[in-house]
């Protein structure tokens, strides 16, 4: 099977869906985290949380492509509601009491997750677009997972623009270069802060909803994704639209692949992949700070 | 540290030992296999907190650490049917070399990236477990058996005997930790945490100390693992887990990092609250989390903080009232 073509069509088609996914998590997180220093761990709960919301809405009205559009939206104001109660407060404190905070709210939301969702799996039947499959390439390949690639795509050629040709993102990409400099320069780095803030959750809330009609909603999704979401951040570098894009492949590729050949050890060679960079480039393969 | 802050530790360290004895005397079975735990726990926690609240690294791989340990124990028991007190020895000296090993590797990096690299290595742990053949994967391992004392007149698979003897050697593990941070290693140790470039200038070889701190709480953590593993008898991959790691990390995070007694206690209310919640809620979770947040949010230093902020106050007070 492996000198078949399609094959490898198949395969590379299932990294790149897999790796938009990714890179929709690990966008935001990556940004927060090199504007801020600021690591998130309940990043993976918001994406469940998209996945749970867009579930009760598309259930209710009947519309999946209103769950697509409201889901993110109920996201970002759960997480404006957490950063005003919690990580505002937080800011002081220095990195680690954020990581265990965080870490709190992962259980937090876990449990109030199940209190109203339950603990089985949730899946649409109906409503769903692009039930279909599409010929591409030579290959019969699902309609709805090439649209979770379009969308990722968009989303980054979204990002690109507001983070290259607008106020906000000049503010971010000098806050995230020298945040010190940045606040002496005038530009508020908590409000610029917020809203990034508020756009990862957005995003993690948009990923949830968009995976739901492929793999549907469970309890675990959040965890699950959580540790390679971190590892894209880490080997993308921090604070990076390039490096969240090059790391959310580069996962999504060793995952996808090492399942195919090697499925025993998949999982190490991620660890392996994140280790190494770890080791030998900190920064992280693309940088944002430091550019010359 | 004052020296009256450190002997309100020591007396505290005594209080909760005792406090478990008499737990255990009046307890029914199903109390002696939550003493047990709380024992495995606790000397996680304490070789946990060696590293996190003294040497100031916080570390997401101690779950991997027991996991390891106990499937150490287990192999050198059941597969090469070696006797039980070797085993914990051969599982206790492995886990401490894989540790010290990976001390050597992730001591060059520092804070959220220090966790990351802990995580990433001790999910490697995971998968292998997870995946091996030989340790039996996901089904787990099944037929461990327990340290024969029979020579001492002993019976450890009584769960009473079996559960004092826990409680016991947390003790021992406690004493020997307190030793250690006592001494001039242990005092290095604090500075690397205040201020690792000033020990570096001091002329500290600053990345053996970290790594041999790791080696010694992998010893521990080996130990705690081989305990664990003796005590269930059946032992998963799922101790190699993350959300191991982040259980221990909780519990010295409630009980006060950096004390030493702090684990232990932290372990004991985990635990406890565990047993006692989830007879009335599916959602101990929830109440953990929330225990944390309101934990990290209060700026105190865990149970431990609390309670000498306390004791100050009444000793003062006691102090006017006798004046």
């Given at each position: 099977?492996?000198?078949?073509?399609?094959?490898?069509?198949?395969?590379?088609?299932?990294?790149?869906?897999?790796?938009?996914l990714l890179?929709l998590l690990s966008?935001g997180l990556s940004?927060i985290?090199?504007?801020?220093?600021?690591v998130n761990l309940a990043h993976g709960s918001f994406y469940a949380l998209g996945a749970f919301?867009?579930?009760?809405?598309?259930?209710?009205?009947?519309?999946?492509?209103?769950?697509?559009?409201?889901?993110?939206?109920?996201v970002?104001?759960i997480g404006?509601?957490i950063?005003?109660?919690?990580?505002?407060?937080?800011?002081?404190?220095?990195?680690?009491?954020?990581v265990?905070?965080t870490f709190?709210l992962i259980f937090v939301l876990l449990?109030?997750m199940?209190?109203?969702?339950?603990?089985?799996?949730?899946?649409?039947?109906?409503?769903?677009?692009?039930?279909?499959?599409?010929?591409?390439?030579?290959?019969?390949?699902?309609?709805?997972?090439?649209?979770?690639?379009?969308?990722?795509?968009?989303?980054?050629?979204?990002?690109?623009?507001?983070?290259?040709?607008?106020?906000?993102?000049?503010?971010?990409?000098?806050?995230?270069?020298?945040?010190?400099?940045?606040?002496?320069?005038?530009?508020?780095?908590?409000?610029?802060?917020?809203?990034?803030?508020?756009?990862g959750c957005?995003l993690a809330g948009?990923a949830g909803?968009?995976a739901?009609?492929?793999f549907?909603a469970e309890q675990g999704m959040g965890v699950g994704i959580l540790i390679q979401t971190l590892v894209v951040v880490?080997?993308?570098?921090?604070?990076?639209?390039?490096?969240?894009?090059?790391?959310?492949?580069?996962?999504?590729?060793?995952?996808?692949?090492?399942?195919?050949?090697?499925?025993?050890?998949?999982?190490?060679?991620?660890?392996?992949?994140?280790?190494?960079?770890?080791?030998?480039?900190?920064?992280?393969?693309?940088?944002?700070?430091?550019?010359? | 540290?004052?020296?009256?802050?450190?002997?309100?530790?020591?007396?505290?360290?005594?209080?909760?030992?005792?406090?478990?004895?008499?737990?255990?005397?009046?307890?029914?079975?199903?109390?002696?296999?939550?003493?047990?735990?709380?024992?495995?726990?606790?000397?996680?926690?304490?070789?946990?907190?060696?590293?996190?609240?003294?040497?100031?690294?916080?570390?997401?791989?101690?779950?991997?650490?027991?996991?390891?340990?106990?499937?150490?124990?287990?192999?050198?028991?059941?597969?090469?049917?070696?006797?039980?007190?070797?085993?914990?020895?051969?599982?206790?000296?492995?886990?401490?070399?894989?540790?010290?090993?990976?001390?050597?590797?992730?001591?060059?990096?520092?804070?959220?990236?220090?966790?990351?690299?802990?995580l990433?290595?001790?999910?490697?742990?995971?998968?292998?477990?997870?995946?091996?053949?030989?340790?039996?994967?996901?089904?787990?391992?099944?037929?461990?058996?327990?340290?024969?004392?029979?020579?001492?007149?002993?019976?450890?698979?009584?769960?009473?005997?079996?559960?004092?003897?826990?409680?016991?050697?947390?003790?021992?593990?406690?004493?020997?930790?307190?030793?250690?941070?006592?001494?001039?290693?242990?005092?290095?140790?604090?500075?690397?945490?205040?201020?690792?470039?000033?020990?570096?200038?001091?002329?500290?070889?600053?990345?053996?100390?970290?790594?041999?701190?790791?080696?010694?709480?992998?010893?521990?953590?080996?130990?705690?693992?081989?305990?664990?593993?003796?005590?269930?008898?059946?032992?998963?991959?799922?101790?190699?887990?993350w959300t191991?790691?982040g259980?221990?990390?909780?519990?010295?995070?409630?009980?006060?990092?950096?004390?030493?007694?702090?684990?232990?206690?932290?372990?004991?209310?985990?635990?406890?609250?565990?047993?006692?919640?989830?007879?009335?809620?599916?959602?101990?979770?929830?109440?953990?989390?929330?225990?944390?947040?309101?934990?990290?949010?209060?700026?105190?230093?865990?149970?431990?903080?609390?309670?000498?902020?306390?004791?100050?106050?009444?000793?003062?007070?006691?102090?006017?009232?006798?004046?």
């Amino acid at each position: 099977m492996f000198s078949d073509g399609g094959f490898w069509i198949t395969q590379a088609l299932n990294s790149l869906q897999l790796a938009m996914l990714l890179f929709l998590l690990s966008v935001g997180l990556s940004v927060i985290f090199g504007l801020m220093n600021f690591v998130n761990l309940a990043h993976g709960s918001f994406y469940a949380l998209g996945a749970f919301i867009g579930y009760s809405i598309a259930s209710q009205s009947g519309s999946f492509w209103l769950a697509f559009i409201l889901a993110p939206l109920a996201v970002a104001a759960i997480g404006a509601l957490i950063y005003v109660t919690l990580i505002n407060r937080m800011r002081a404190a220095g990195p680690m009491k954020q990581v265990l905070v965080t870490f709190g709210l992962i259980f937090v939301l876990l449990d109030t997750m199940r209190y109203i969702w339950g603990n089985d799996q949730l899946g649409l039947t109906s409503g769903v677009p692009f039930t279909g499959s599409t010929e591409l390439l030579g290959v019969t390949y699902p309609s709805y997972r090439l649209f979770i690639i379009a969308v990722g795509l968009i989303v980054f050629a979204g990002l690109y623009l507001l983070l290259e040709h607008t106020r906000l993102g000049a503010e971010v990409r000098a806050g995230v270069d020298d945040a010190e400099t940045a606040s002496c320069l005038g530009i508020n780095v908590e409000g610029t802060f917020f809203i990034v803030f508020l756009i990862g959750c957005g995003l993690a809330g948009l990923a949830g909803v968009a995976a739901l009609p492929a793999f549907s909603a469970e309890q675990g999704m959040g965890v699950g994704i959580l540790i390679q979401t971190l590892v894209v951040v880490v080997v993308g570098g921090l604070g990076s639209l390039t490096g969240a894009l090059i790391g959310s492949l580069l996962v999504a590729v060793t995952l996808t692949f090492g399942q195919v050949f090697i499925p025993d050890f998949a999982g190490i060679i991620m660890y392996a992949l994140l280790l190494a960079v770890l080791l030998f480039k900190p920064e992280g393969l693309f940088p944002a700070r430091g550019r010359a | 540290m004052s020296p009256g802050e450190q002997r309100f530790r020591h007396g505290l360290a005594l209080a909760s030992f005792a406090a478990l004895i008499v737990y255990w005397a009046f307890s029914d079975f199903f109390g002696k296999e939550i003493i047990a735990e709380i024992a495995v726990f606790a000397i996680l926690a304490i070789s946990l907190d060696l590293v996190a609240g003294y040497a100031g690294m916080v570390s997401l791989g101690h779950g991997a650490l027991l996991g390891f340990g106990a499937y150490m124990f287990a192999g050198a028991a059941v597969k090469l049917g070696v006797s039980g007190g070797i085993a914990v020895l051969a599982a206790s000296a492995s886990t401490g070399l894989i540790a010290l090993a990976v001390g050597l590797v992730v001591s060059r990096v520092h804070g959220i990236f220090f966790i990351m690299a802990t995580l990433a290595i001790g999910e490697m742990g995971y998968e292998y477990f997870f995946k091996s053949k030989t340790f039996g994967g996901d089904d787990g391992f099944a037929g461990i058996p327990r340290l024969d004392l029979s020579a001492l007149g002993l019976n450890t698979n009584d769960p009473a005997t079996f559960a004092l003897l826990l409680i016991l050697v947390a003790a021992v593990v406690y004493l020997l930790a307190a030793r250690l941070l006592a001494s001039p290693y242990g005092w290095a140790l604090v500075g690397l945490h205040e201020n690792e470039g000033r020990m570096r200038a001091l002329g500290l070889p600053t990345r053996l100390y970290k790594a041999s701190v790791i080696g010694v709480s992998g010893l521990i953590a080996g130990l705690a693992g081989s305990l664990a593993a003796m005590h269930t008898q059946f032992i998963t991959p799922q101790l190699l887990h993350w959300t191991t790691s982040g259980e221990v990390l909780i519990m010295i995070i409630l009980g006060g990092l950096g004390t030493l007694v702090g684990p232990v206690i932290g372990a004991a209310i985990v635990i406890l609250l565990r047993h006692e919640l989830s007879g009335y809620t599916d959602y101990w979770g929830f109440w953990l989390g929330a225990f944390l947040i309101a934990m990290v949010l209060s700026r105190g230093n865990g149970v431990v903080g609390w309670l000498y902020l306390l004791w100050r106050r009444f000793k003062r007070e006691g102090g006017h009232a006798a004046g």
